[in-house]
């Protein structure tokens, strides 16, 4: 029987709109291949340019949508030139993410093509770990509290038991249904919070006697990403630490225009690039919109169909083949050519 799922797109700032446009092209170019799947997507305004225009980044006519819909995707938010009184910037995506609950943030790092990788001796598909950043506690939860002073800022790790449960059983169930390894990075040797966070992921690493299990400090994964990357396969961490290995991560296969993400909450999610809304390149042609589409293709799996999955890996088999030509790389991977996506991507793609 058809299905018609309802999308809310949310383009927000900078090359969010550009990107956007793209994962547009290939979702609806997808869902004509697929039997009885059908997208009404309806577009919303969020972000700095909402808020110079009505006063609001994330107005709660979008809010209310985002809610109704069966997903969210979402480009780009906020503007380094754009800020609250305080100076601080505008994050409705992380407004989004608190208010919705969307504690699970999947950010999957896959190597296309050896030449993306600064890295020397990693071929396409050697590098291929996802990691999952705890997105609704930990270090970030301090950026709407007010512990200062005139002479003293704190900010709070926060770690609670249902929040570190159910992100360590979502990081877990993902290895099971991957190559069966999880790495808890935490700072345990150090912080009360970390030494807590690690306790719970043991506790809940018992219901998975067959997912092998490791504990890392933060500053080791860092230098384990870089040093042997291809031992990953599951990492779970906290928000803060989450956020900063995402770059690093990003960094390893191409830079963050080949960053996909989602974040999941138990009933919603929101689908976008890892990426921020890179004023330094907007309007210019040169936005890599990869992880825009491999974002659409998360969401197609999170859809759950056996139809939807198929639509997910019709995507990824696409990217990998478009990546194989030189001539469909964008700046940001190394070759100097502006983005020809909206003629390049489908044509050079055989359907099976
Ligand atoms: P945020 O804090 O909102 O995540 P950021 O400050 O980390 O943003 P980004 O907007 O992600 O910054 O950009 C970081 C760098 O990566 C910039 O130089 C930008 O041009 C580049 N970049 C980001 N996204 C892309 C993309 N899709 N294609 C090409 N380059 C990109």
Redesign the pocket.
């Known amino acids: 029987m058809a299905r018609t799922w309802n999308i809310a797109v949310l383009p927000g700032d ?2 969010g709109s550009e ?1 956007m446009a793209e994962g547009l092209k290939v979702l609806n170019a997808v869902a004509a291949r697929l039997q009885g799947v059908a997208f009404a997507l309806s577009e919303h305004p969020v972000g700095a340019t909402e808020y110079l225009r009505h006063g609001n980044p994330l107005p709660e006519s979008s809010f209310a949508a985002c809610e109704r819909a069966d997903a969210i995707l979402l480009g ?3 503007l ?1 030139s754009v800020r609250w009184p305080d100076g601080k ?1 505008m ?1 409705p995506q992380l407004d989004l993410r608190e208010r919705l609950d969307l504690y699970n943030g999947v950010r999957p790092i896959r190597l296309y093509h050896e030449l993306h990788s600064p890295l020397k001796n990693y071929r396409a598909g050697d590098i291929d770990f996802v990691i999952v950043r705890e997105s609704t506690e930990g270090l970030f939860s301090s950026r709407l509290s007010r512990q200062s002073n005139d002479s003293e800022v704190t900010d709070v790790m926060r770690i609670t038991r249902p929040g570190a449960v159910r992100i360590c059983r979502a990081a877990l169930r993902l290895a099971q249904q991957r190559r069966k390894h999880c790495a808890l990075v935490d700072k345990a040797n150090v912080l009360p919070s970390m030494a807590y966070f690690r306790g719970l992921f043991d506790e809940v690493a018992r219901e998975f006697p067959d997912v092998q299990t490791e504990h890392l400090y933060v500053d080791a994964a860092a230098l384990f990403l870089v040093q042997k990357p291809n031992r990953f396969d599951v990492l779970v961490t906290e928000n803060m630490f989450g956020d900063i290995l995402s ?1 690093l991560a990003a960094g390893l296969v191409g ?3 080949m960053a996909p993400s989602a974040d999941i909450g138990d009933r919603h999610a929101v689908f976008q ?9 907007a309007g210019q042609g ?7 589409i491999l974002s659409v293709a998360l969401m197609l799996d999170w859809l759950g169909t056996e139809e939807t999955k198929r639509g997910a890996a019709l995507i990824r088999r696409a990217v990998e083949t478009v990546l194989s030509n030189p001539d469909h790389r ?3 991977l190394g070759i100097f050519r502006r983005a020809r996506w909206a003629s390049g991507f489908w044509s050079s793609y055989e359907c099976p």
């Open positions: 900078g090359i990107v780009a938010m906020g380094p910037e994050t770059d830079g963050m225009g690039p890892s990426h921020g809304s890179a004023p330094d390149i040169l936005a890599n919109p990869i992880a825009t964008t700046a940001d």
